[in-house]
């Protein structure tokens, strides 16, 4: 088993920066093994992928969040991180950490992000 911890998450002001953290715990093999993606949820909306990361540190990104947010880990820290700059009020939502090892996937509990003036 693996657990998932978001943290991070609060309210900025448009233009603002956050740097969401996802602290990884349990079977240490299989978390620095694992592809890890971030997820959003808007309210009233379906849950979307925002990016990814693989083992060895390949990314993807959502079309909306490309050159702004960056996904990345530190596996000695079993930790992955959303750096999130020039947040728009579109980017509110509940962020959460997935990941996957073969026919495994875990959920983070998730951690709001608001961005308002």
């Known amino acids: 088993q693996v657990q998932l911890m978001e943290s991070g998450g609060g309210l900025v002001q448009p233009g603002g920066s956050l740097r969401l953290s996802c602290a990884a715990s349990?079977?240490?093999?299989?978390?620095?093994?694992?592809?890890y993606y971030w997820y959003r949820q808007a309210p009233g909306k379906e849950r979307e992928l925002v990016a990814s990361?693989?083992?060895?540190?390949?990314?993807n990104y959502a079309d909306s969040v490309k050159g702004r947010f960056t996904i990345s880990r530190d596996n000695a820290k079993n930790t992955l991180y959303l750096q999130m700059n020039s947040l728009k009020p579109e980017d509110t939502a509940v962020y959460y950490c997935?990941?996957?090892?073969?026919?495994?996937?875990?959920w983070g509990q998730g951690t709001q992000v608001t961005v308002s003036s």
């Open positions: 349990g079977r240490v093999f299989s978390i620095n093994a694992m592809r």
């Open positions: 997935n990941a996957r090892l073969y026919t495994d996937m875990y």
């Open positions: 990361i693989t083992s060895v540190g390949s990314t």
